[in-house]
């Protein structure tokens, strides 16, 4: 019998992921949408992590964030319209060992998804999500969405939309067990990228309000921000969302605030003087049913098949 000397035998080589690992398709976005910054701020977490494609799922929902799957070589689950987040939640109460990710809108999320929405927040299951709110319905040509300002006019209002918008920090920050809260924007890239990785390394349900352009049916709605910074407010904090001083810069106005403390997250989140941009709550004291879901996952089917039958037998006459 032939066998190799033990000094012969070569290490394992250690897989190393780059970005061309995680690329599948070139994105059919607009150019100039932010859904490219959000992909390219994925990309590079994906990498700087080292996920492995194959412990990496992506879901999203219906609408321009919906293609995200497509654009990512890693497992996907393009979904039904506002319904991401039950199939996300199925997916880590079987599959505890996977990174997480859920892509969604504000038409997708914050209307027909509105009641998952509150209850996934409620579950505070292990995942980030993004909640790319360009303010408008997009993919469908311009109809007004639950965040669409007062007053703005679309294909479904002409006159202007005839009620205040939907704000979906206030709404997630009044769900009991929230524990997460972070709002970030396209067009900084530092703070983009950061407050993702912060999420994605949160123990809990991570909910990320992205300030996302649509150039092509919303082009004056961030326009103001981006040429005016002093109308965004940076959240500093030694427990927030850490960025370089080269990124901090491009905001003129900086505010400490404790993300611990909800009631001050709250009042952040109805400022309407500006727009406040990084963590506003965090806490990793609140339960999560992930937990609890995953009881039962090492036992054998001979062994759940036992377990229900003991169940059964309480209904014996």
Known sequence: ??????????????????????????????????????????????????????????????????????????????????????????????????????????????????????????????????LLDNHIYSMTKMQSSPTTPEDHASNTHPRGNPLPPLNPLTVTLGVQNASFVAQTIDWNPPHLYATLRAAHHHPGLAFVRVLQRCPHYMPEMYQSLQQDSSRMLLLTHADGIQIEESAARLFKNKEEHEPSDLTAARRQAEREDVVPVGLLYHTESVKRYDLYSARGLGMSAAAKAEEVQSELNGFLI
């Not at 190393?16 to 976005?29: G, I, K, N, Q, S």
Request: proline share 6%; charged share 20%; glycine share 10%.
């Open 1 to 130: 019998m032939f066998e190799l000397k033990q000094d012969w035998e070569l290490e394992p080589r250690l897989r190393h992921f780059v970005l061309e690992d995680y690329t599948r398709a070139v994105p059919r976005w607009c150019p100039g949408c932010g859904d490219h910054a959000v992909l390219a701020a994925f990309l590079r977490l994906a990498r700087d992590e080292q996920l492995v494609p194959e412990k990496t799922v992506v879901v999203s929902g219906i609408g321009c964030s919906g293609r995200f799957p497509h654009y990512v070589k890693t497992y996907g689950f393009h979904g039904l319209h506002g319904r991401p987040l039950p199939v996300a939640c199925g997916i880590r109460s079987r599959r505890p060992d996977l990174n997480l990710f859920v892509i969604t809108g504000d038409g997708d999320s914050c209307a027909i998804g509105t009641g998952h929405w509150i209850h996934a927040i409620r579950y505070n299951m292990k995942m980030t999500v993004l």
